[in-house]
């Protein structure tokens, strides 16, 4: 594989936090969220990140083939975007691993909210996405914190006007069941931005 | 379905297509038949059988109906079905109204195939053309001559013999013909308890809307109205939800007013539309219930027969626009929204529809392509913020 062959997909979420798709698997060990630079020390990748210049980078969560990066500075996301897609590639054409698992007794106890984002991740994989995917939308699992999962619609599902159903009745219902530990569930989707809802919104 | 997760009710949210979680939350989440009452209601009825339900709320015109049934079949509050029914026809409410001695333009009813011409000449002018069962103004034109009543009584056809339409039967073959009434329009938003009208906001509509399209654009509160002339609107709407037999829950009148006194033009067994009730807060903080209670929140307790606050509207003016289509075409972006959104008193700016859509102006269309918010001192700031923020909005249409 050559560093050309990687393609990242940006999708910005807001002004501080960004989604990046990676067409290779960057960390397959759950989720690895950094919220320093001294955390981020012996994984290439997210080393890379904290260091772009003018970012101010406060977050880079790693899971799967997904990085999301959480910003403090102003600079926009097709700037500070360009940085991380050079960051992933030359961490995925170095010599070791982009994102160093994480070792018993290493830097402290698995918080909490990693644990939660790999079962929430799970659930979303194994049945939400299957049912929804049945009215051409897709959720995506942006992040937890304080046990409380974020979540974007895309497809059918930004801009439907069933979107309060399904996120109230379906997913927050699904997590009560699964995963009771989660407290709550936002949505942080636009969904003026929905281009084919599945429904379509209230008339006035 | 924020209110529901505020008062902690738990919902069973029925809609007539299945939603793609209703195996995984069955009782979250459950099919009905809306286009046939009856069957909804025994449909609920056995849901009701393994989970008790407290109570049943419609979120429109047509779900009215069936909440009416279910309610009914379940023996907990609500409309009787026969007044919720005469509620949704816009003829049979007329009939009723009438008969009640309600003030209420002269109407007559006829058919999509009748000749317009013969119709034509013998309508009273200026009058206006309304199709039964729409909402939001759709098919709703205005005529001042025999000419335009062709004109107008054509156009209502070919939208009564949409697809959409069509399927709805009988009354979309039926074109109401009613005279025009002049004056300014007012809507009323209530409350039914045990057949008492609790007013809960009276909105101005400082536009004219004299047609010959209907469609709504500024509803202010409170109302600049006179207080006497407040309450000659409050106790005719009252009269009109007594003379169709409608009991509980909310209702929406719109009213207009001139030198005979207040007409009630239409009144619906459901709330303001969808986000319209953004516009309206209730309680106040020493009530006990906080100080910024939802309409939904009022339905919800009225229907499970929870303790309501004093529902005093909050002292503040409040005001909603609903953003007009500015002309036909797909939209392609909607530009100044953070400009818009800064101008003082605004409080929100939902853009509602969305990058692909086509916009169909009134009289054939019924989707407001955005909505304004805004709260002040007074309703003409209010009124004057909505205006201002409106006029940064650039909308890019193909």
């Keep these: 594989m050559s560093v050309a062959d990687i393609r990242i997909t940006a999708e910005p979420i807001d002004n501080e936090r960004c989604k990046f798709v990676v067409s290779e698997p960057l960390y ?42 959480v910003k403090r500075s102003t600079a926009p996301w097709p700037t500070v975007g360009k940085a991380v897609g050079q960051a992933v590639r030359a961490a995925l054409a170095g ?29 979303f994989e194994s049945q939400v996405n299957p049912m929804v995917a049945r009215h051409g939308g897709r959720v995506e699992l942006i992040d937890v914190q304080d046990a409380v999962v974020m979540v974007r619609m895309a497809g059918g599902c930004q801009g439907c006007g069933m979107a309060d159903v399904t996120l109230r009745q379906g997913i927050e219902a699904m997590l009560q069941q699964h995963v009771p530990d989660v407290k709550g569930v936002v949505d942080i989707t636009d969904h003026t931005a929905g281009s084919n809802p599945y429904f379509s919104g209230a008339k006035k | 379905m924020e209110a529901a997760c505020r008062l902690g009710v738990e919902l069973t949210v029925a809609s007539e297509r299945p939603s793609t ?28 059988s393994r989970h008790p339900v407290a109570g049943v709320v419609g979120v429109d015109d047509e779900t009215a109906v069936v909440a009416a049934a279910i309610a009914a079949g379940l023996g907990v ?82 939208i009564l013999a949409g697809s959409d339409v069509a399927s709805c039967g009988d009354p979309a073959r039926l074109i109401l013909v009613e005279e025009f009434v002049p004056g300014r329009e007012y809507a009323l938003e209530g409350l039914l308890v045990d057949g008492e009208l609790r007013v809960l906001a009276l909105f101005d509509k400082p536009d004219p809307l004299d047609g010959p399209y209907f469609e ?69 903080r020493g009530s006990g219930f906080g100080a910024d209670v939802s309409l939904e929140e009022l339905i919800i307790r009225h229907a499970v027969g929870m303790p309501l606050p004093a529902l005093q509207r909050e002292p503040c003016a409040s005001g909603v626009m609903m953003i007009p289509v500015p002309r036909a075409g797909v939209l392609r972006e909607v530009r100044g929204v953070e400009e818009a959104r800064r101008v003082p008193l605004v409080e929100d700016l939902a853009i509602t529809a969305y990058p692909g859509q086509d916009l169909v ?10 909505f304004i918010f805004a709260r002040g001192e007074t309703p003409e700031a209010v009124d004057a913020a909505l205006r201002a923020a409106h006029g940064r909005l650039e909308f890019v249409i193909e």
């Excluded at chain 1, 290493?106 to 659930?123: H, I, K, N, Q, T």
């Excluded at chain 2, 979680?21 to 009701?48: C, H, K, V």
């Excluded at chain 2, 317009?116 to 709703?140: E, F, H, M, N, T």
């Design chain 1, 28 to 69: 397959a060990g759950g989720v690895r969220r950094f919220a320093s630079r001294e955390e981020a020390s012996g994984s290439p990748l997210a080393e890379a990140i904290f260091a772009i210049p003018g970012a101010d980078v406060a977050e880079v969560i790693v899971s799967g083939n997904l990085v999301t990066v």
């Design chain 2, 77 to 158: 509050r609500g409309n009787p079905v026969a007044a919720a029914r005469a509620a949704r026809d816009k003829h049979e409410q007329r009939t009723r109204l009438a008969a009640a001695g309600v003030p209420v333009p002269r109407f007559a009813l006829q058919r999509v195939d009748d000749d317009p011409r013969l119709v034509a000449a013998r309508a009273p002018y200026p009058c206006v053309l309304k199709p039964l069962r729409l909402a939001a103004s759709r098919g709703v034109i205005r005529a001042d001559t025999a000419v335009e009543f062709v004109t107008a009584f054509e156009r209502l056809r070919r």
């Design chain 1, 95 to 123: 010599d070791r691993p982009a994102v160093a698992s994480q070792t018993p007794g290493s830097a402290g106890p698995r918080s909490d909210d990693d644990a939660l984002y790999e079962r929430v991740a799970d659930l």
């Design chain 2, 216 to 284: 709504e654009t500024i509803y202010l509160t409170p109302s600049r109205l006179a207080a006497d002339a407040q309450r000659a609107l409050a106790d005719c709407a009252a009269r009109a939800a007594r003379a169709l037999g409608l009991r509980e829950g909310p209702v929406h009148a719109e009213l207009r007013v001139n030198a005979h006194g207040p007409w009630l033009i239409e009144l619906a067994a459901r709330p303001i539309g969808g986000r319209c009730s953004a516009a309206l807060r209730f309680g106040n």
């Design chain 2, 361 to 370: 102006p009134w009289p054939e269309g019924s989707r407001y392509p955005g």
């Design chain 2, 21 to 48: 979680f209703q195996d995984a939350n069955p009782i979250g989440l459950m099919t009905i038949d809306l286009a046939d009452p009856e069957r909804a209601a025994a449909q609920a009825r056995a849901f009701a």
